[in-house]
């Protein structure tokens, strides 16, 4: 079991998956924090409390191991999280969770930030890690529903919501004798916006930086690096294929990829006054991250919940939108959202239900439903002349 140290800061991580344990539970331990990892999976808890130390391990041109250590595991919903959340020497909370998760994890902080405030009235900040334009906000949303006036009053004084980019490709840990241990590739990047803290981030996390610039880092992130994700991950698993090198070593496939990226990369140069040899250069490297033989990473972990993908603002549709606001081309991009809508996987509850949507209302109506580009519309006709054509290469 592990103890944490007189003074030693502490954080509150939820989620101890392969993000919260690869990346951001890592850096928290490596910059002195004793991390709190919170989850519901309870064997995963037991792992936690009973294995020392997990690994880290780096799987790129040069290999590395890091060793972590200085965390213990509590379950979600045990009052454990509210005590630590309510100590002094916790500064900071952390989430990687998934997007849908927040709402079932707010009512948690807020409980156990009422700890905090009747325990004395010490800042903190909480930084929420998911994939989602304007997470943290979000998650603030939810926890201020179950707080009092005065405690909100509190909250907005002094309880930073800093909303964040993160981004480093963990996939789905390879089977060790440590089940702890995880597999990441080299590149990583923390982004946070400072205006969201209340309080400094002491000590400082190594790996993260503040900024004053956050949708640009958000967008850029998300409209790239998970839109061609996505798109490798749709394509690939239409043609039968399990993993995202093995999608990309698909010519036709890396095409569409590259051509949605330049698609969304002239949108984002647009709206946020990129460098266009610095985003060029920015897509490279995505793609070549991409192609990493070691991550072995799977086309079904790269497109899970279709629908969180399919949303307004998200990684598909938040691109092409941009996209057609300044009159811009989206053909590839429209291939890619089409090939999401062949995603069928029967336990994944969010393609069950898009798949079912198709048999039911039949494509056409479907992509209004899921895409909001009405019947008649160029981008709908694009969507559906795509969908058509990778269903017919299928059969
Ligand atoms: N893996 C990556 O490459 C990566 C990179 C950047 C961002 N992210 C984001 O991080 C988040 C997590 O992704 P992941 O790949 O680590 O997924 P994951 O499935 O490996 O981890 C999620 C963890 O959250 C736990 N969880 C689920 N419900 C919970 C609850 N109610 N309370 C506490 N814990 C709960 C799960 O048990 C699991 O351990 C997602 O939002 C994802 O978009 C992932
Ligand atoms: O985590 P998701 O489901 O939002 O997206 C799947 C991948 O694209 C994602 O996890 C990337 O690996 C990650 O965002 C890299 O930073």
């Known amino acids: 079991m592990h103890e944490r140290q007189p003074n030693q800061p502490?954080?509150?991580?939820?989620?101890?998956?392969?993000?919260?344990?690869?990346?951001?539970?890592?850096?928290?331990v490596e910059s002195g924090y004793f991390v709190v990892f919170a989850d519901v999976d309870t064997k995963l808890i037991k792992e936690l409390n009973t294995h020392d130390s997990y690994e880290v391990h780096v799987l790129d041109e040069t290999e590395r191991t890091e060793e972590i250590h200085s965390y213990s595991g509590v379950l979600s919903h045990a009052d454990e999280v509210l005590h630590a959340i309510a100590q002094p020497h916790t500064r900071l909370i952390t989430t990687a969770v998934g997007p849908n998760v927040l709402v079932r994890i707010a009512p948690i902080i807020a409980k156990g930030l009422q700890e905090r405030l009747a325990a004395g009235d010490s800042p903190l900040n909480i930084i929420a890690?998911?994939?989602?334009?304007g997470q943290t906000e979000t998650l603030g949303k939810y926890v201020r529903r179950y707080l009092s006036d005065e405690e909100n009053a509190w909250l907005g004084d002094k309880v930073g919501f800093a909303n964040c980019s993160v981004d480093r490709i963990v996939p789905a840990a390879a089977q060790t004798e440590n089940p702890l241990d995880v597999g990441v590739e080299d590149f990583s990047e923390w982004a946070v916006d400072r205006s969201g803290l209340r309080t400094p981030i002491e000590p400082p996390v190594r790996?993260?930086?503040?900024?004053?610039?956050?949708?640009a880092?958000?967008?850029?992130?998300l409209y790239t690096l998970n839109c061609g994700h996505a798109i490798a991950a749709y394509l690939g698993f239409a043609h039968g294929l399990d993993r995202?090198?093995?999608?990309?070593?698909?010519?036709?496939?890396?095409?569409?990829?590259?051509?949605?990226?330049g698609e969304s990369g002239a949108a984002l140069v647009r709206k946020h006054g990129f460098d266009e040899r610095e985003h060029e250069q920015y897509v490279e490297r995505a793609l070549h991250r991409f192609v990493n033989?070691?991550?072995?990473?799977?086309?079904?972990?790269?497109?899970?919940?279709p629908l969180r993908k399919l949303a307004k603002g998200d990684r598909l549709l938040g691109p092409t939108v941009m996209a057609r606001e300044y009159g811009l081309p989206v053909d590839h991009l429209a291939r890619g959202i089409a090939a999401a809508f062949l995603f069928d996987l029967k336990d994944d509850?969010?393609?069950?239900?898009?798949i079912g949507k198709v048999d039911e209302v039949g494509i056409e109506r479907a992509v209004v439903e899921y895409t909001g580009f009405e019947a008649g519309s160029d981008v709908h006709g694009k969507i559906v002349e795509a969908y058509l054509q990778l269903k017919e290469s299928k059969t």
């Open 207 to 215: 790996g993260m930086t503040l900024t004053d610039a956050l949708p």
């Open 293 to 305: 033989p070691k991550l072995h990473d799977d086309v079904v972990r790269v497109g899970r919940q």
């Open 244 to 261: 995202i090198d093995q999608a990309l070593a698909n010519t036709a496939i890396l095409q569409d990829v590259r051509g949605a990226l």
């Open 217 to 221: 880092y958000i967008e850029r992130k």
């Open 129 to 133: 890690c998911e994939n989602m334009v």
């Open 349 to 354: 509850p969010q393609s069950v239900e898009l």
């Open 10 to 28: 502490q954080a509150v991580h939820f989620g101890a998956g392969n993000i919260g344990r690869g990346f951001i539970g890592a850096l928290l």
